[in-house]
């Protein structure tokens, strides 16, 4: 799984289960070729995605007994170097999700809660892109028990990533709403935020993870 993209996290997940030192080092913006998430990402995400899922499954002991969350101490000078924006073929995005419902549909309503399988029927007949918004505790959910199931199908556990990608698809169209008429610091609110909710439903994740078969 970490052929290229999955390393990353690979070395920070390791590093804190280790007991390392943990620290933010200011070196300026990472500037990667342009990627617009319009275009076909699915080999990245297949190997971020998949690294995480592998990781949660080997250090299950350790992530279940942490409580909270902590700021961790930043070194260097600030370097004022920004990326340059680009544009996101939300359409394309979106057709993206809907093609995954014609072909996952039944996959998804059998992983998703209820509530949340409604939210994406409604978003699948939804034409007005404005209006095309996943909330973010629906998204919480979906990686939670994406995040689950993968654990539980050893034999088709990419296969099942494949039936998420469209999903992904999906929040970030729902991002480029959601964050379009917001400035950095109103994003990184945002992304703080949303944070702050996978962190306060990790009971959730904890429940259905505990469940048996």
Not at 64 to 84: F, Y
Not at 134 to 143: A, G, N, S
Request: hydrophobic fraction near 35%; aromatic fraction near 14%; proline fraction near 3%.
């Amino acid at each position: 799984m970490l052929q290229n993209f999955g390393i990353d996290i690979w070395m920070t997940t390791t590093a804190i289960v280790d007991g390392y030192n943990i620290c933010q080092a200011r070196l300026g913006a990472k500037i990667h070729q342009e990627k617009d998430p319009g275009k076909d990402l699915s080999h990245m995400y297949r190997e971020v995605v998949g690294t995480i899922f592998k990781l949660m499954e080997e250090y299950e002991d350790y992530w279940k007994q942490v409580k909270g969350s902590k700021d961790v101490p930043v070194v260097g000078e600030t370097i004022g170097e920004e990326p340059e924006p680009f544009e996101i073929d939300q359409t394309a995005l979106i057709e993206y999700f809907k093609i995954g419902y014609n072909n996952f549909a039944g996959v998804w309503h059998s992983i998703l809660e209820e509530e949340d399988f409604k939210i994406i029927e409604k978003l699948f007949m939804e034409e007005d892109v404005e209006k095309f918004i996943i909330p973010i505790e629906t998204w919480v959910r979906i990686v939670y028990r994406y995040a689950d199931y993968f654990r539980r199908t050893p034999r088709q556990k990419f296969k099942v990533l494949d039936t998420m990608i469209p999903l992904y698809n999906g929040r970030v169209a729902s991002l480029v709403n959601e964050l379009k008429d917001k400035n950095n610091e109103e994003a990184e609110e945002y992304y703080n935020r949303q944070a702050e909710i996978f962190e306060n439903m990790k009971d959730y994740l904890i429940k259905i993870w505990n469940q048996e078969g």
